[in-house]
């Protein structure tokens, strides 16, 4: 396990530094003065100057991009063009917004989707899973966006049960933000849970199908014990995997969602800075996401690797 | 004389498909008594493993089992509820696997795969399970049973995985045991020690056995009473060793001959039996081997041969049985 | 080689065969006919749509169905059919396109990756893994940074993330023949390697990309709409379905209809992608024929 865990991490390391120098390659393209984007617009000329001496930018570009790289682990990101000010406190910001929403999606993906699988996969065949399986195709057709619109006709506008922006007054209570969070939540958590269920629901039709599975009920054990026991830990374990990914995804997701209800996270963030050419944000933000994803790939290897015995022990005998 | 421990009267089982019901066993009936070891023999898709699952009820998905009586100890089991029939399995059937690296639980230890019945069905607590479970271990002949007691299948060798899942099988002390096919996936010296293992295991338990294989090797050694399935339907049923000394099938003559050609002297020429088995669920009109039996008439072709006593206790599905003379008279030594 | 070449390997080219194919196959009849008509209607666009998509009437905004205009108006006065209509073009063509660009760099540096093995093969595969999880979304940022926004870095960034999907799928036709005989005999006999993955590996590619390319075409026209709905698409006055909804969001409170329309267009669309998607992978999938023997 430790042999496991220390490749995954060095797997991990490798691919962050091959993500920086990707964004530092696809920025050095775009039309935009480094300098500038350390200091921000209100620069006055000599600061430019300095900087623009300190960035070396007659320097070779491993050296440039290595002191951009050391910069980035600092923290220090630049000043965004639009607001002039420091981009780490924008993205904190809009990190813990995005963190929320991505929160309470995956809750409640990970709980309807495992629970609707394994619903349908016990009833393999019959009227509930053909219903669950046909919601899922219909479910999956749709784009985030026309979902988010739609749900918002539903609940703000025709029934007024709901608010249509995802982001309460600040100081207001639990139950107003949620309110506020659940329209976004449900929109980013549909395409999750859709391929939950059916990722579900295929694994756990093929556990229930193995050899060790009639084992145990010839053991005597009754089919609730052994769907628990038996079948859910085996079904568990690539659901993890794909759970993971789909985490993963959700920042994708986000994107879309967070812009269809205005909702300050990294995504709308993220595509305001493209749209604006408020570069610094935008190389920021890429970085910030690229780690993201990269982080969470590997704490999902390592789960992985907890819960399979095969992997834990060793692997084969 | 007491009611047989297991009574199987006209024992059907058909799997739906779209085409409509395809039928893999059409009609088999068989006793066994308490204590006895009896085996029913067979290629694959002649619906013995079926057979056996039937008892317990456990089918794979899509398929439908009845009959006209499946009786243990006389009790009806196809009116039993799924709660009452999880009572029964593992306590008084239980059964052992072909497979036994697919047919235990990659995911837990193997002492928790023993110690499942006994914390749930006989109520142990957790360190009377664990200690009854190395019994058990021992019993089955696992070495270092401690150490294995915290392992995974996947650490074990063949041959104890097998006899894992024996211990798992005896666990409650079952009134029959039934054995699918349980060394076909092990080598010949392994083959050997299981066997002997499950011989022994009988006669200190008084346990009933029942033997699923197509290897009748592994039958002559262990088996008191023979039936011999073909494309659904037993087409023999007698002792061991009439059914050695005299078969009245000319599938059980020639899967005889086969098996003697293996045992034989190097050099011998191995007569495979031409042919294949019917298709799963094709309507058949006469008698299922005619296509392939080397006494073949044409009364055959156009009427099924019916079960019937050619001796005491020996019966035989064919129009021509009684009039088979032996050609070969003993079963070679082991 | 082009595309046309590479599905002509696999079906002799005759539409006689291929409509008797389609009309067995529920789905693919079904799905086969709205994708059609649909088609028909995004190259008939100019043709029929009663007015030009981008001209505008500030007398007649955020009107309801009606006469005039059947699917009613937007906030700038314009048709939202004629909009719609030619809205679909984009659609279709980034969709298809992207995929179809992803089908064929993919599958040629699958073949080859796979064929060459070794240190090529174990640098492409790292790669490919890096790509295939990264959500489209990300790369189109990244390329719209350096093109600029618009139809052309949708294609590219949605071909960039179905690319290592088709490579895959390349890679393992490649390395199942490359045991086979047929191929030791061509080595044997001194064919070079390009003829070997031309003659003798890219014919088994076909089906398995065929299958791939409807599977991935739904995925890449629901990425395009996202994209055009984020403003990355084709740039305004130019119609996209995406574009469609965005811009109807901000008046929802005074007409349902400007997003109402776009949204059930693209479902459709979408819908008949993936039917037709099942469908194929009925027709080419090895295990299902088997089943259904």
């Not at chain 1, 969470?296 to 022990?313: A, E, H, S």
């Not at chain 2, 006209?68 to 509820?81: E, K, N, R, T, V």
Request: glycine letters at 8%.
């Amino acid at each position: 396990m430790l042999r496991y865990t220390i490749s995954r991490f060095g797997q991990l390391i490798l691919l962050l530094a091959i993500a920086s120098v990707v964004v530092f390659v696809v920025i050095q393209n775009t039309p935009g003065d480094p300098a500038l984007m350390r200091l921000g617009l209100d620069a006055t000329p000599e600061q430019v100057a300095i900087e623009q001496a300190r960035l070396g930018l007659d320097r070779s570009l491993f050296e440039r991009y290595v002191i951009w790289a050391t910069d980035a682990l600092r923290l220090d990101l630049g000043v965004s063009f639009a607001t002039s000010q420091p981009v780490i406190r924008m993205l904190g910001d809009a990190l813990f917004h995005t963190f929320r929403l991505a929160a309470l999606a995956s809750a409640f993906a990970l709980l309807l989707g495992t629970g609707l699988g394994i619903v349908a996969a016990l009833n393999r065949g019959r009227r509930l899973d053909t219903v669950i399986s046909a919601v899922c195709s219909l479910g999956l057709s749709l784009p985030s966006f026309a979902l988010g619109t739609i749900l918002i006709i539903l609940f703000a506008i025709v029934l007024r049960w709901l608010p249509p922006s995802g982001v309460a007054m600040t100081g207001q209570s639990w139950a107003e933000q949620l309110r506020h969070l659940a329209l976004p939540a449900i929109t980013l958590a549909t395409p999750f849970t859709m391929v939950l269920t059916r990722f579900m629901r295929g694994t756990l039709i093929e556990v229930l199908s193995q050899d060790y599975i009639v084992t145990a009920r010839a053991k005597g054990i009754p089919m609730g014990a052994v769907v628990l026991t038996h079948a859910l830990r085996n079904a568990l374990i690539p659901t993890v995997t794909i759970a993971g990914m789909q985490i993963g995804s959700l920042l994708a997701g986000a994107t879309v969602t967070e812009t269809v209800f205005s909702y300050p996270g990294l995504g709308r963030l993220t595509i305001e800075a493209v749209q604006g050419l408020d570069y610094p944000v935008v190389q920021a933000a890429l970085l910030l996401t690229a780690s993201l994803f990269l982080i969470n790939t590997f704490i999902v290897d390592l789960t992985y690797g907890l819960i399979d015995p095969r992997v834990r022990t060793g692997g084969r005998k | 004389m007491s009611a047989p421990l297991i009574d199987a009267q006209n024992l059907r089982i058909a799997f739906t498909h779209p085409d409509g019901e395809k039928l893999a066993v059409r009609g088999i009936s068989l006793t066994i008594a308490r204590a006895s070891s009896v085996a029913i023999v067979g290629e694959s898709g002649s619906g013995k493993s079926l057979t056996a699952l039937a008892l317990l009820r456990l089918t794979p998905y899509g398929s439908r089992v009845w009959a006209d009586a499946l009786q243990l100890d006389g009790q009806d089991m196809l009116a039993l509820d799924e709660k009452r029939m999880t009572a029964i399995r593992g306590r008084r059937l239980s059964m052992i696997f072909q497979n036994p690296m697919s047919a235990l639980n990659p995911v837990l230890t193997i002492g928790r795969q023993i110690t499942e019945q006994l914390r749930r069905h006989v109520g142990m607590g957790r360190k009377a399970a664990e200690a009854r479970a190395l019994e058990l271990m021992g019993l089955v002949e696992i070495s270092d049973p401690v150490r294995r007691f915290r392992q995974y299948p996947h650490q074990l060798s063949g041959g104890m995985q097998q006899r894992a899942m024996i211990a798992i099988a005896l666990t409650c002390n079952p009134d029959l045991l039934i054995a699918d096919e349980p060394t076909t996936a092990l080598d010949v010296t392994l083959q050997a020690q299981i066997m002997a293992l499950l011989s022994r295991l009988r006669e200190e338990l008084g346990m009933a056995l029942l033997l699923i294989s197509h290897d009748l090797g592994v039958v002559a050694e262990t088996a008191d009473h023979v039936h011999v399935m073909y494309a659904g339907e037993i087409v023999e049923s007698a002792a061991t060793q009439a059914l050695f000394d005299d078969p009245q099938h000319p599938y059980t003559r020639a899967l005889l001959k086969t098996f003697r050609d293996l045992e034989g002297p190097a050099g011998v020429e191995l007569t495979p039996i031409p042919g294949a088995p019917p298709a799963l669920g094709r309507q058949i009109i006469g008698c299922p081997f005619a296509p392939r039996c080397s006494h073949v008439a044409e009364r055959c072709r156009a009427e099924a041969p019916i079960l019937r006593d050619v001796r005491a206790g020996h019966l035989a599905a064919c129009h021509f049985a009684g009039s088979f003379s032996n050609e070969v008279s003993h079963v070679p030594a082991a | 080689m082009t595309e046309a070449s590479l599905s002509r390997a696999g079906s002799t080219g005759s539409f006689v065969r291929l409509w008797r194919i389609v009309s067995r196959n529920k789905r693919l009849l079904i799905g086969g006919t709205i994708l059609t008509i649909i088609i028909l209607l995004a190259v008939l666009a100019s043709l029929i749509a009663p007015y030009s998509p981008i001209q505008q009437d500030m007398k007649a905004r955020l009107q309801d169905p009606s006469w005039l205009h059947w699917l009613g108006t937007d906030h700038l006065g314009r048709d939202t059919l004629s909009r719609l209509l030619h809205g679909l073009r984009p659609s279709l063509v980034s969709g298809v396109a992207a995929v179809m660009l992803a089908t064929l760099f993919g599958s040629l540096i699958g073949v080859v990756a796979g064929y060459a093995g070794g240190v090529l093969d174990a640098v492409v595969g790292r790669i490919f893994d890096l790509l295939v999880a990264w959500p489209a979304i990300f790369i189109a940022i990244g390329m719209i940074l350096i093109i600029g926004p618009g139809p052309v870095g949708v294609v590219l960034a949605i071909a960039l993330s179905e690319l290592p999907v088709f490579g895959r799928v390349a890679r393992a036709v490649t390395l199942a023949n490359l045991g086979m005989a047929h191929v030791e005999v061509a080595r044997s006999m001194g064919a070079s390697p390009a003829r070997i993955m031309r003659k003798h590996i890219l014919p088994f590619t076909v089906n398995p990309l065929i299958l791939q390319f409807a599977i991935s075409a739904p995925a890449a026209v629901v990425a395009e709409a996202g994209l055009s709905y984020l403003g990355l698409g084709s740039q305004p006055p130019n119609p996209s379905l995406g574009m469609l909804v965005s811009d109807a969001q901000l008046y929802l409170s005074r007409s349902l209809y400007g997003a109402a329309f776009p949204i059930i267009a693209i479902g459709i669309l979408v819908l008949s992608l993936t039917l037709i998607a099942d469908g194929v992978q009925d027709v080419l999938d090895p295990r299902r024929r088997r089943q259904l023997r």
